[in-house]
Nanobody, 118 residues
Framework: QVQLVESGGGLVQAGGSLRLSCVGS????????MGWYRQAPGKPRELVAT???????NYADSVKGRFTIARDGSKNTVYLQMNSLKQEDTAVYYC?????????????WGQGTQVTQL
């Protein structure tokens, strides 16, 4: 069974920084891509950033230049460095991982970690 465990959320002052981490564990070989999504109260879940196995990255326009995603493939770990945080970044952040196996895609989600700008 695959599990994604996030850490690093919390309270931060305007303009501050936080670093989120997500570690995948369980009966896995490796993920094809990993990333972060977020969901603010009353809003749908939205993509923040993703990184593929060959380190190609994709960012939401709202976080470009402020957030950086990185991945340690050997450890099935993904990080999200968040700088210059704004009020609109307040949300629950979810780690995401994707794996393809025998032509079928499997999606995995973490339990979420709260990020709140004071």
């Amino acid at each position: 069974q695959v599990q994604l465990v996030e850490s690093g959320g919390g309270l931060v002052q305007a303009g501050g920084s936080l670093r989120l981490s997500c570690v995948g564990s369980g009966s896995i070989v490796s993920f094809n891509s990993m990333g972060w999504y977020r969901q603010a109260p009353g809003k749908p879940r939205e993509l923040v950033a993703t990184v593929t196995g060959d380190s190609s990255t994709n960012y939401a326009d709202s976080v470009k230049g402020r957030f950086t995603i990185a991945r340690d493939g050997s450890k099935n770990t993904v990080y999200l460095q968040m700088n210059s945080l704004k009020q609109e970044d307040t949300a629950v952040y979810y780690c995401y991982a994707e794996r393809w196996r025998f032509g079928t895609r499997y999606d995995y989600w973490g339990q979420g970690t709260q990020v709140t700008q004071l």
